[in-house]
């Protein structure tokens, strides 16, 4: 059995539990794309709550690759400062800093969810393997030879960014119906080209940023790729696919396989408690690649037993950490494991503070003040 709160080594990398920080949108940048004090508060503070990996939200590779104009983004040197400025604070609390790179596609150039999600009155041309729009969006623009090859090098060179800022392990975003997963589904890419077509064409492009990022990265950082395992409609991208996939990139060198599911089309999700785990368990059985397991995980004995039953290696959180930063503390409480955690000097007492307490009444030596 793998215990939560066991290390996981990745290539140099270890991280100290078999917890994760999930990527999260937060639509909080102006049109620059540079991280903001909202990033530093938000990542910083689940860093201490205990987590051992902290992923960055989507970063844009480039401006036309963000979802809104308050995206995240990393395709410049101007970006560099603020991202160094994250990838410490994360750092500093003993979690491994990750980021998430990313280009939209034909789902770019929309609104952050609370101001109208999909509308686009100061957006842009968005991108697309085939001039086939999402619902309720503009349509994309094909992109061309030219178009495509430009996005490979863009995934280089922001990946070279990142190594510079201090990130420690890249994942790259090939699911949730953005680009690169767009031009793995054969629902948005209907292309006749070698870029479409067979498994072969539509995975190539996943294939070739794979190759341009693992040779743009140092052989100790680790690189992930996010999949969705399923479009959960019949006769899109499927589980069987991206097992197949998954079993390519893993030789290419990819280390770690974050295992999420649907966005290309709206789907009828069959949502519940840890829905996506068994195409997490697809993957991890079908490879032998170190697995992240993803969606509606939310409680401690939950998490611990997709590990026993061997369905994952790593438990990615998203709500459930906004909604409780330290979530990685109770979960040891909870689990008899606290002596597994090491909670920052300046917290100990909140979270030690009982035990302590019958300690020190025993005798009769009180607990300094606050």
Known sequence: MTDLFEPLALRGVTLRNRIGV??????????????TEWHLAHLHSRAIGGAGLVITEATAVAPEGRITPADLGLWSDGHLPGHARLARAIASTGAVPAIQLAHAGRK??????????????????????SALA????????AMTEADIHRVIEDFAATARRAIAAGYRLIEIHAAHGYLLHSFLSP????????WGGDFA???????????????????????AVRFS??????????????VALARELKAAGVDLADVSSGGVLPAEIPMGPGYQVP????VRAGTGIVTAAVGLITEPQQAQAILDEGKADLILLARELLRDPYWPVRAAA??????????????DRAWNSRNKTRIDLAVAEPLPPL
């Open 279 to 282: 195409g997490a368990a697809a």
């Open 108 to 129: 770019a150039s929309s609104a952050a969810p609370w101001i109208g999600g999909m509308a686009r009155e100061h957006g842009w041309q968005a991108l697309g393997p």
């Open 134 to 141: 999402m619902p309720g969006m503009d349509t994309p623009r």
């Open 201 to 223: 064409g539509r995975t190539r492009l996943l294939r070739e940023v794979v190759s341009v990022v693992r040779a743009a990265i140092p052989d100790e950082v680790p690189l």
């Open 229 to 242: 395992h399923t479009d959960w409609i019949e006769g899109g991208w499927s589980t069987e696919e991206t």
């Open 334 to 347: 909870t689990l008899g494991r606290m002596e597994a955690m090491q909670m920052p000097p300046q917290y």
């Open 22 to 35: 999930a990527p999260m949108c937060q639509y909080s940048c102006a049109p620059d794309g540079l991280p």
């Open 187 to 194: 629902l948005s890419n209907q292309r006749n080209d070698g």
